[in-house]
């Protein structure tokens, strides 16, 4: 069974810190992704990875970075940390094959103060 | 603009009866449809898909229904079950450079009451 786990359920940070969001999947998928949840809005993708190194802006981009080091993890990071990034953090990967479901790991709820 | 449109935020139905949960969406470029589950704490699950060049596709108590024609995809719950209280999201695929990639609705929430 496909494991996506995201280091931490529950953060707390300030304005302006850098925050890193980790995850990582344990079945050798090829593409990683990350999604924000918030309510009204549904999920929207902030940046996507179809292989180790590579990356690509999804629909919200802004104030986000990414990296991809190894095929496993996926890195999210905000380099100076803003009250409207307070979020659920959902962290997804698939088979590289079109249409393969996505596998999403259980979130991570940030609230920057 | 919204692409994938969700219009109902809730739906309350009595266990046992059937449950529709409604999706349109706008851009006819769309070939492959995804439903998804969330329960509180968790992230979503995948429920069931439709290709375009179907209009229905059944999993157990799970049918989703496609009409291109209206840009409009429903799925069916029946019976439905107290277990089945949760989110449900529609999703929508699409090309993107050579990969395919999803854009969610808002979601529905639904309660199904013993």
């Known amino acids: 069974d496909v494991k996506v786990t995201q280091s931490s359920r529950y953060l707390v940070k300030r304005t302006g810190e850098k925050v890193f969001l980790e995850c990582v999947q344990d079945?050798?998928?090829?593409?990683m992704f990350w999604y924000r949840q918030d309510p009204g809005l549904g999920l929207r993708l902030i940046y996507f990875s179809y292989d180790v190194k590579m990356k690509e802006k999804g629909d919200i981009p802004e104030g986000y970075s990414v990296s991809r080091e190894k095929k496993e993890r996926f890195s999210l990071i905000l380099e100076s940390a803003s009250t409207n990034q307070t979020s659920m953090y959902l962290c997804?990967?698939?088979?590289?094959?079109?249409?393969?479901?996505?596998?999403f790991g259980n979130g991570t709820r940030l609230t920057v103060t | 603009d919204q692409q994938v449109k969700q219009n109902s935020p809730s739906l309350s139905v009595q266990e046992g009866r059937i449950s529709i949960l409604n999706c349109d969406y706008t851009?006819?470029?769309?070939?492959?449809f995804l439903w998804y589950k969330k329960y509180p704490a968790e992230g979503p699950t995948f429920l069931i898909s439709?290709?375009?060049?179907?209009d229905k596709n059944e999993d157990g108590r799970f049918t989703v229904f496609l009409n291109k024609s209206a840009k409009h995809l429903s799925l069916h719950i029946v019976p439905s079950q107290p277990g089945d209280s949760a989110v449900y999201f529609c999703a929508a695929s699409y090309v993107r450079g050579s990969q395919g990639n999803l854009i969610f609705g808002k979601g529905t929430k639904l309660s199904v009451k013993p």
């Open positions: 439709i290709s375009s060049i179907k």
């Open positions: 851009n006819s470029m769309f070939d492959y």
């Open positions: 997804a990967s698939s088979l590289a094959q079109l249409n393969s479901p996505l596998h």
């Open positions: 079945m050798d998928h090829e593409n």
